[in-house]
């Protein structure tokens, strides 16, 4: 079976292929000597390593470096913001087992950074970037989209709205600093 060939979407147990021609890559099984899909997918094969494989089409949203995502920060000691993983930024879909991340400090701004202190609180929403998934989540707000995207008053607990380089309480008037999300990758609810 040729790339041309394969169905354009499969579902679990459709032949894929002989395994004389193609090796069994993610989404797939062998049996008796043929290829079969074994999830709802789109299939495709990698000619570098000649393996066909199943684009699962409702698939467990994984971490991988570089993904973007939102971040509720948790605690923060003195060198990084402890936080745990809520979901994917692109797809929205809540990550398995909410995994927990951390922002290192010389991770959350561009440039010195005295304390997380003025970058974070506990209970912030943040857009990160993952640099690292896997053994443990190290993720960044280094960059000016990334940041934190919603804030409540560390005084009465109510939504923080933006006003001017601080975040202003509009209940009860006290002003906060943050390292906020900024541009077009920043939602808008802070802005």
């Known amino acids: 079976m040729t790339p041309e060939e394969?169905?354009?979407?499969?579902?679990?147990?459709?032949?894929?292929?002989?395994?004389?021609?193609?090796?069994?890559?993610?989404?797939?099984?062998?049996?008796?000597?043929?290829?079969?899909?074994?999830?709802?997918?789109?299939?495709a094969i990698d000619p570098r390593d000649?393996?066909?494989?199943?684009?699962?089409?409702?698939?467990?949203?994984?971490?991988?470096?570089?993904?973007?995502?939102y971040a509720r920060v948790d605690e923060i000691k003195?060198?990084?913001a402890i936080c745990t993983v809520l979901s994917s930024a692109t797809s929205h879909r809540?990550?398995?087992g909410e995994p927990e991340g951390t922002v290192h400090i010389s991770?959350?701004?561009?440039?010195?950074?005295?304390?997380?202190?003025?970058?974070?609180?506990?209970?912030?929403?943040?857009?990160?970037?993952?640099?690292q998934p896997r053994p443990s989540v190290k993720l960044t707000t280094a960059a000016a989209t990334l940041g934190v995207v919603?804030?409540?008053?560390?005084?009465?607990?109510?939504?923080?709205?933006?006003g001017g380089k601080e975040?202003?309480?509009p209940r009860c008037g006290h002003h906060e600093r943050r390292k906020l999300?900024?541009?077009p990758a920043a939602p808008a609810r802070l802005s």
């Open 6 to 43: 394969l169905p354009k979407f499969v579902l679990p147990g459709e032949y894929l292929g002989a395994a004389e021609e193609y090796l069994p890559g993610r989404g797939t099984y062998e049996h008796m000597g043929r290829i079969y899909a074994s999830v709802v997918g789109t299939p």
């Open 50 to 69: 000649k393996t066909v494989r199943v684009e699962a089409a409702n698939a467990v949203p994984e971490l991988n470096e570089g993904d973007l995502i």
């Open 78 to 80: 003195t060198a990084m």
């Open 94 to 96: 809540g990550i398995p």
């Open 107 to 131: 991770k959350a701004r561009d440039g010195y950074t005295e304390s997380l202190n003025t970058e974070f609180a506990v209970g912030d929403i943040l857009l990160a970037k993952v640099l």
């Open 150 to 162: 919603s804030a409540r008053c560390q005084v009465c607990h109510a939504l923080l709205r933006p």
């Open 167 to 169: 975040l202003v309480c």
């Open 181 to 183: 999300a900024q541009g």
